[in-house]
């Protein structure tokens, strides 16, 4: 079985970081926040890690607040914290993981989060905007020119996060609909998927061919591209699993 999520594009050729470190310093200089939707386990450590590496390289603000507003992900980067020694990254780096980063928790502090007038960085779930605290954010922060609306992860077709992505200048929120005039930004780069060459090479690795290849977990049109190049670079028997179907080994 393989993944497709990415399975019919690869990932931009530039850096995602560079990207990040650009569109916090044009925000930050025009008086406006970064919002990042983020998934609370993984993302949101990830993202703070790069972060903390802006910073210390002089490419964003050392003083500016970055502010992560989830319950679970303060939790989530707590057990990162506390199991450094199981990750590849530097264990001081993960020392300093939160050094200056304002951890929210309370729902008292994260409603005054939305009507603060400094620039900042927030970070909150969900990662496709499509529940959680960060709608709250949203709501508040899409009307204006100012701010910028980072997604740092795959978006699901239909979803709030995709739909944005897509330039949707209005959005739902809590039943009301919510113009969007702030900046959009997709950075697939810090996405955990591979892409579609990513994937091939994977599989060229295999020490002998598998007797069928089953493509999971992508929308219809990356599952059915991966299929199709997977089919003609090795000749394998590929089948794309349909919803709901059951497979007996």
Not at 35 to 49: D, E, K, N, S, Y
């Amino acid at each position: 079985m393989i993944e497709s999520t990415y399975g019919n594009r690869t990932h931009p050729a530039d850096d995602p970081m560079e990207r990040l470190g650009a569109i916090v310093r044009d925000t930050v200089a025009r008086g406006g926040s970064v919002l990042m939707p983020a998934f609370a386990v993984g993302r949101t450590q990830a993202l703070l890690l790069v972060l903390q590496r802006l910073k210390a390289a002089g490419e964003i603000p050392q003083d500016l607040p970055i502010v992560v507003d989830s319950p679970m992900a303060v939790e989530a980067t707590a057990l990162y914290r506390r199991h450094a020694a199981d990750l590849r990254v530097p264990r001081r780096e993960m020392t300093r993981l939160v050094d200056g980063v304002r951890l929210v928790t309370a729902v008292e502090q994260s409603m005054r989060l939305s009507r603060s007038r400094w620039p900042m960085v927030l970070i909150s779930a969900s990662g496709m905007a499509t529940g959680g605290r960060v709608l709250h954010h949203l709501k508040a922060m899409a009307p204006d020119p100012r701010h910028h609306i980072v997604f740092a992860g795959f978006q699901v077709g239909g979803s709030r996060g995709a739909r944005l992505v897509a330039g949707e200048r209005e959005v739902k929120v809590h039943g009301e609909m919510v113009p969007v005039r702030a900046s959009v930004s997709s950075l697939e780069g810090f996405s955990g998927h591979a892409d579609a060459g990513e994937l091939l090479d994977w599989l060229g690795r295999l020490q002998r061919a598998p007797s069928l290849v089953r493509v999971v977990h992508g929308e219809p049109d990356a599952s059915d591209t991966l299929r199709a190049r997977i089919q003609q670079r090795f000749g394998w028997r590929v089948q794309v699993a349909g919803y709901g179907e059951a497979v007996t080994a």
